[in-house]
């Protein structure tokens, strides 16, 4: 089975500019989350999606939103970009027993 | 509220010795607990988990991790490490149908 894809892999925006970043989970997984990761915050939960609906949502202000597709493909779109937003963004799927995550490569973002 | 706790933020051990990386966590329901690594600018892999049923769980590459329900941990050890396991490593807890709660992580050094 292939596992989590994310695209790109890297980007560069600048302050100001909004961005899509793309995460295509495991065949047959139904649930998606994304995470942020920096240096000075580790790991931050951004949401969830599972058959569409976002199902949990983590901390993070109104420019930071996603979605899911009906074949479980995810977007999360970042608008009017900071420079904090700069980080590696994770994707994970889940599916079956207990819902172990697995994770994608994840999309390093730079904002300048 | 619920958390983990990695106390170690650097590791350094030699190759060849012996390691125990520490989580403990605060979670109200029955957690299911999970130990990450994650090699530099790229995703989480799974190690091991637990659900249930045998606390003393073997993952891949070497790895096992013991969980304590008295003592809320659940550290991920290894007989004898190599050069590339140097990476970081994360502990987390969910109670199976919501969000992942991360540790900080712990970087692990290896001396040659």
């Known amino acids: 089975k292939a596992g989590v894809t994310q695209t790109p892999r890297y980007l560069i925006k600048t302050r100001g500019q909004q961005v899509t970043l793309s995460c295509s989970p495991i065949?047959?997984?139904?649930?998606v989350s994304w995470y942020q990761q920096t240096p000075g915050q580790g790991l931050q939960f951004l949401f969830e999606?599972?058959?569409?609906?976002?199902?949990n949502k983590g901390n993070f202000p109104g420019r930071f939103s996603g979605r899911q597709f009906s074949n479980s493909r995810s977007e999360m779109n970042v608008s009017t970009l900071e420079l904090g937003d700069s980080a590696l963004y994770l994707c994970a799927s889940s599916g079956g027993p207990q819902e172990t995550q697995y994770f994608g490569p994840g999309t390093r973002l730079l904002v300048l | 509220a619920q958390s983990v706790t990695q106390p170690d933020i650097h590791i350094t051990v030699s190759e060849g010795a012996s390691l125990e990386l520490r989580c403990n966590y605060s979670y109200g329901a029955t957690p299911y607990l999970f130990w990450y690594v994650q090699s530099p600018g790229q995703g989480l892999q799974l190690l091991l988990k637990?659900?249930?049923?045998?606390?003393l769980v073997q993952g891949i590459k070497g790895f096992e991790a013991e969980f304590k329900r008295s003592q809320s941990s659940f550290n991920l050890r290894k007989p004898s490490v190599h050069w590339s396991d140097a990476a970081e490593y994360f502990c987390?807890?969910?109670?199976?149908?919501?969000?992942?709660?991360f540790g900080t992580g712990t970087r692990l050094k290896v001396l040659a």
């Open positions: 999606y599972f058959s569409e609906t976002q199902r």
């Open positions: 065949s047959g997984h139904r649930s």
């Open positions: 637990y659900f249930s049923g045998d606390t």
């Open positions: 987390a807890v969910t109670s199976g149908t919501y969000k992942y709660i």
